[in-house]
Every structure is written in C-alpha cells, then in structure tokens.
C-alpha cells in the first residue's frame, strides 16, 4: 500500500514506515493531528485494517502502538461533540485485548514480514519497500546469525541509497554473508543493480534468503528487475570459489561491486574473508569492496590488519544518519558505532 496517496502529511508516512518495519521507537505524530477525523480513517485504513494490508506487524506491536494513539487523541480532544476516537479504532483496540498473548520467548522466535522501506522522499508516491520475513528479536547465535537483518546491514543500505547508489546501479553485484537478503534486493531492485549474486555460507540460510527473494517477486517491489540469484557459499571451499569464478568468466560477468554487512563477527574467519576478498579483487581488479561491521569487539581491527598485510588499503567512509523527517528509511540503532569501509589495492 502507497501511504503518499492518501494526501497525509510527512510526519504520517515516517511513522508509517517505522511501523511496518516494526521498530520499537516510533515517531509518533502530535495529537493535534491524530484527533483529525481524516486521520483517523487513514490510521486505520494503512495501520490496522488487514483487508488492505496484509503484512501487517505482530498483534502485541499493533496493541502497543495503538494504545498510545488512542491516548495522545483523547488528550488532544478539546470539543467531546467534535473530537473523539473513531469507532474503527476503538473497536480494533478492543479485538486485539481478545487475542491471547504468546510468552515472549515464543514470540520472539514468530516469523513476520517486515517492510524495510528505503529512505526516499516521504512524498514520493511509490516506493517500495524490501520485504523481509524474519524473527526480528531472535537471540541469535551460532547458526542463527544470517536469520535475521543486523543494524550493520541496515546503515550500509542507508549509506548505499542515499549517498553512493551510483556504485551499484547497472553493475554486477556479489553479496558475502547476505543473511536474510535485504542488501541483495535492494541493489537488485530500487538500485537497479544488472545483476546480483547474493551468497551465504549456511544451507538453511539461504533457503531462508530464497524465501525472501521469492516474497519480493511474488509482491512485485522489485519493480521488474532480475531477482538475486541465491547461492551457497563457504568462503574455505576453494573448488566453489574456482567454480563461481570460472562460471562468472564463462559467462562474461564482471562483478563491479562486492559487499558484506556483519560478517566480520567471528575471529575463525576473518582470514578466510579477507583471502576470498583478495582472490575477488585478483579476479575482478576494477571492483569495488564494501564491508560493513558493528564495532562489538576488535575482530573489525583484527580484520583490518590481515586485509592491510594482503596488500589492501582500507579507507573507512563517512555515513551520517541525519536527525527528523530527513531521516526517513532504514532505521536503525548507531547507539553501538557502525562502520563502513572501501578495501582496494
């Protein structure tokens, strides 16, 4: 659904966008404009009524979310003959109190589709968003990790959209790591990438990422462009490494940009990533490497280091999220420090 086409004001459609990717602090608009009638109808219609929307956020998230707008309307309502909550609202908010609540360690293992919706202009009619269906609280560990989308996976799509998408547009792209899939939809369809590779080392992983391809092409957000192809990966496998190179040359497809997001989390395989990425480099010198790492532990250094001892310069690129309605798409938490750097040579 396009929020833009119900005439609503900016400040509407940045919520909107927070609550379908289902983030836990919102920007909720001012009462003032809640208690508008016309609102009202367009919270339900866009929020809450499942005729319209089917990829609606988790019961317990739509509760939460409505209980606050039925507040701020009530303490914004001067005229009780004029103002009041409309009766849609109210009786959504009663149906959901019907509906029993799942213990929270159930929950946070639920699958949902969120709508990562890319940080265009908020009046700009028709963006899509990147549908991604994951456990968005999952505790993940071991072989979880590629399960759900990391905040490193959403800066680098920021930084991508809004200060370089020229890096991928009409470019072949490879994606380590990819996890859920979102960096590898969004270059392949709002960045309109010619190709996109996206590649993980877990078997489950990537049916998982070939469930969100297929989502993405069956709720055509990706505007008729080539979906990703999906392909397992492991980056000590050096006869899939031959045959993905041998594959890309037969076919005469030169990968002019290689990214990662999160994967440099584990101290085993920094070494292996960063030969994998000196062979790409070898393999395809005009590329263009991105890698994209919360800053959790000195892993990230300790990566630095072996790609600097294989001849790498790693220059780090700025990426400031800005404050308000510019910020308006992939949102995500920088309270932990994000960094994205350019390996060449």
């Given amino acids: 659904m396009d929020i833009t086409k119900a005439g ?9 966008r927070q609550y379908m990717q289902v983030i836990n602090d919102v920007s909720y608009p001012p009462g003032s404009l809640l208690v508008n009638q016309d609102v009202q109808n367009c919270l339900y219609k866009y929020f809450f009524d499942a005729t319209q929307n089917k990829f609606l956020p988790p019961v317990r998230y739509q509760a939460r979310i409505l ?21 849609q609202l109210m009786e959504h908010m009663a149906y959901l109190t019907t509906i029993p609540q799942r213990n929270d360690s159930d929950e946070a293992q639920e699958l949902h589709v969120h709508s990562y919706f890319p940080p265009l202009p908020l009046d700009q009619q028709g963006v899509q968003p990147v549908l991604i269906k994951e456990a968005r609280n999952l505790l993940s560990r071991g072989n979880n990790v590629g399960l759900r ?14 200060q370089q998408p020229d890096l991928v547009q009409h470019r072949n792209v490879l994606e380590l790591g990819a996890g859920t899939g979102l960096l590898s939809l969004l270059c392949a369809g709002q960045l309109q990438a010619s190709h996109v590779l996206a590649t993980d080392g877990l078997g489950h992983v990537c049916e998982s990422l070939q469930h969100n391809v297929d989502l993405n092409l069956e709720n055509g957000t990706l505007d008729g462009h080539a979906p990703p192809a999906v392909r397992q990966l492991d980056w000590t496998d050096g006869p899939e490494i031959d045959q993905m190179l041998m594959e890309a040359n037969q076919s005469g497809r030169r990968y002019g940009l290689i990214i990662g997001a999160d994967i440099t989390y584990h101290p085993d ?3 292996p990533l960063a030969e994998l990425l000196s062979t790409l480099k070898a393999a395809f010198p005009e590329t263009k490497i991105l890698i994209s790492a919360t800053i959790r532990s000195d892993t990230f250094a300790t990566f630095v280091k072996i790609c600097k001892e294989l001849k790498f310069t790693v220059s780090e690129l700025p990426c400031i999220i800005p404050d308000g309605l510019r910020y308006c798409g992939f949102f995500h938490s920088v309270a932990t420090e994000i960094k994205i750097v350019s390996l060449d040579r």
């Avoid at 609503?8 to 909107?16: D, G, H, I, L, Q």
């Avoid at 606050?68 to 009766?87: F, R, W």
């Avoid at 989308?149 to 809004?162: I, M, R």
């Fill in 8 to 16: 609503t004001e900016p400040v509407m459609v940045k919520f909107y």
């Fill in 67 to 87: 209980k606050h707008i039925i507040q701020e309307i009530e303490k914004s309502c001067k005229d009780p003959e004029e103002d009041q909550v409309s009766d």
């Fill in 149 to 162: 989308t990391w905040e490193a996976a959403l800066h680098l799509a920021w930084h991508l959209t809004v």
């Fill in 269 to 271: 395989i920094l070494r």
